[in-house]
């Protein structure tokens, strides 16, 4: 949920440099063709209803087209309250955000989902939303988990030091060099690029992420239980003494593989309510200290795809960064530890990333990682098919069954971001409040009258299970995207815009807070 607040700018929109007649829209338009349409809905007769259509729905790249109705029902009564139609907006036809997470498919969209993720992070680490501020009293730990190595590639070093410095110039057996003296720069195109990619294991690599969720699991599971082994308590009565909760998000490596960003917070004994004050006997550093423990720990054996293949032990990888969190502000001391705000736009900032985000989609390592996955898929398939003789139930329970859906995610199959119940608040409960807000906001508008949403927060977080209204609705699909490729970029220079006026937006809140 997001500007939910009385906004109390220090200057006024029209100081904004993206405001006014000289300030034109950074468009990338590819051809003539493409120009002439956005030519002619700029001069079109409907483009003020066209820029109102692209408004409700936040400037989303990729709406969803509806047409149809609905009623809106007192459930005490079972009077009509209300009635909406497609009818009356621009063409006949209801749009929708697409809500894709992803800033490669929807700039717009992934910011509001980045925003919900930022709360529901924050909220776990500084209380708000119905969580008490209790909880930022509790031991707080921001972890990394990686991969492992499944060959050399280049990579940032420390200090400015050289990529990969050896001796000798040792070679691999296809007598390519295993070094690098280059020190390489920030989106230089060789980092997370095998040093000789006929060296690199690419099949452990798509069994090892297509087995993450599992080790993942695992992992909770382990440092639950040595958690309760630091207590002194069977892991089995560890919820009458402490519990975890936890945030977690996964992102793509430039190497192309998983790894699992978390914040772990440990809490008291379990109660109706949760959230209770953590066991003196655990601080943050201690446990960070069993986080790296858990992670060290956990193993898991992948079954083999195809007949020959080998089974495969898997692991973490050896790299586990596991550090405090304290809500106050951090300085610019990198050994300091991060700050509630620092963490949740992490974790919201890589939520939103996907595998064409992390690198270059033209990038070879990748193109042969999809290509390893379609072959271990097929390859998987024919092996289950002649196992069970072509029975489709049982090949639909085969471990690999469904590897061929998930080549496009480099054979990650996983939740990008995920929590345990009891966190924080929930991303349905955030979007929901914003529901209601935006329906307050425009009651108020509509009467003139002031709002202080911050007052209501209670209300807007409230559960379903307290509405009182009931909406019935028939609604016919029509479709995804704009009409034409010129509307579409129109709308992204239009999210691009929305993001320099937030972004402009929160720089003078901080600028007023100095003062």
């Known amino acids: 949920m997001t500007d939910t607040g ?45 820029s109102d259509a692209l408004a409700r729905v936040g400037n989303c790249v990729n709406p969803i087209r509806l047409r149809g109705r609905s009623i809106t029902v007192d459930k005490r009564t079972g009077e009509v309250v209300g009635t909406y139609s497609s009818e009356h907006e621009h063409n006949g036809v209801t749009l929708i955000r697409c809500g894709n997470r992803r800033a490669s498919e929807c700039p717009a969209c992934s910011r509001i989902y980045a925003a919900d993720m930022f709360h529901l992070i924050r909220t776990g680490v500084t209380g708000g939303k119905g969580v008490p501020d209790t909880v930022s009293e509790n031991p707080l730990v921001f972890a990394t988990v990686t991969a492992p190595s499944f060959g050399l590639v280049h990579g940032l070093r420390e200090n400015g030091r050289p990529c990969r410095a050896r001796s000798g110039n040792p070679r691999c057996q296809h007598g390519r060099p295993l070094t690098c003296m280059k020190v390489h720069a920030e989106g230089d195109p060789a980092l997370g690029q095998p040093l000789c990619a006929d060296c690199y294991d690419y099949e452990s690599h798509i069994v090892w992420q297509w087995w993450a969720p599992e080790l993942w699991r695992r992992f909770t599971i382990a440092l639950r239980r040595v958690i309760a082994h630091a207590l002194g308590v069977p892991a089995t009565r560890l919820g009458d003494h402490a519990t975890l909760q936890y945030a977690k998000v996964a992102e793509y490596q430039l190497r192309g593989l998983i790894h699992f960003h978390t914040l772990a917070r440990l809490d008291g004994p379990k109660t109706d309510g949760g959230f209770a004050p953590a066991p003196d006997l655990i601080g943050a550093a201690r446990l960070a200290e069993l986080i790296a423990e858990a992670a060290a720990s956990v193993r898991f054996t992948a079954p083999p795809m195809f007949d020959g293949d080998a089974s495969r032990v898997l692991a973490f990888g050896a790299q586990v960064d596991s550090r405090a969190v304290r809500t106050s502000r951090r300085t610019d001391d990198p050994d300091q530890a991060l700050s509630a705000e620092q963490v949740a736009g992490y974790l919201a900032k890589y939520s939103t990333k996907s595998a064409t985000d992390t690198a270059a989609t033209g990038n070879a390592h990748l193109r042969r990682i999809r290509a390893t996955a379609r072959d271990l898929a097929d390859a998987a398939h024919l092996h289950t098919a002649e196992a069970t003789g072509g029975d489709v139930d049982a090949m639909a329970e085969a471990p690999y069954a469904l590897l061929g859906k998930w080549v496009h995610m480099l054979g990650f199959r996983g939740h990008f971001a995920s929590k345990s119940r009891r966190y924080s608040v929930t991303l349905g409960g955030l979007r929901r409040a914003r529901r209601r807000a935006q329906s307050l906001i425009q009651e108020a508008k509509a009467e003139g009258r002031p709002l202080d949403l911050a007052s209501m927060e209670a209300d807007l977080m409230a559960d379903d299970a307290e509405e009182t209204t009931l909406v019935l609705g028939q609604w016919e699909f029509l479709g995804t995207g704009w009409a034409t490729e010129g509307e579409t970029v129109l709308a992204t220079a239009a999210a691009a815009r929305a993001r320099e006026y937030d972004q402009y937006k929160a720089q003078v809140r901080r600028n007023g807070k100095n003062r």
């Open 6 to 50: 009385r906004s109390s700018l220090a200057s006024s929109p029209a100081s904004f440099p993206g405001f006014g007649e000289e300030a034109g829209l950074d468009l990338s338009v590819p051809n003539a063709r493409v120009a002439g349409e956005i030519a002619n809905r700029l001069v079109s007769r409907g483009f003020r209803e066209w």
